[in-house]
């Protein structure tokens, strides 16, 4: 069992910046492929995009690249979600979760709200 837990949501203006911290707990943070998604009210849950432990290699959806960066420090068993440049249509819930590389994401957090202001 893997605990996440994600902090460092908030209020901020158009063009501002965020970051997100989700940390885990329980069994060990490695191998773990960690993954950010959003759910805005009334819309789906959407994907934003993930590290993966070996190599840290990333993936983004179109909507964030260039302006969203996840970063890990698997000796602090934490993934970051850095969010530059924020536009209205990133306020929504944001959650963190983790999988086993070419399994489904299997643990989530509670998520923390992010609302961006024009």
């Known amino acids: 069992q893997v605990h996440l837990v994600e902090s460092g949501g908030g209020s901020v203006q158009a063009g501002g910046s965020l970051r997100l911290s989700c940390t885990a707990s329980?069994?060990?943070?490695?191998?773990?492929?960690m993954g950010w998604f959003r759910q805005a009210p009334g819309k789906d849950r959407e994907f934003v995009g993930h590290?993966?432990?070996?190599?840290?290699?990333?993936y983004y959806v179109d909507s964030v690249k260039g302006r969203f960066t996840i970063t890990r420090d698997n000796a602090k068993s934490t993934v970051y979600l850095q969010m530059n440049s924020l536009k209205p249509e990133d306020t929504a819930v944001y959650y963190c979760?983790?999988?086993?590389?070419?399994?489904?994401?299997?643990?989530w957090g509670q998520g923390t709200q992010v609302t961006v202001s024009s």
């Open positions: 329980g069994r060990t943070f490695s191998p773990y492929t």
């Open positions: 979760a983790a999988k086993f590389p070419g399994r489904a994401y299997e643990y």
């Open positions: 590290i993966m432990y070996t190599g840290g290699g990333t």
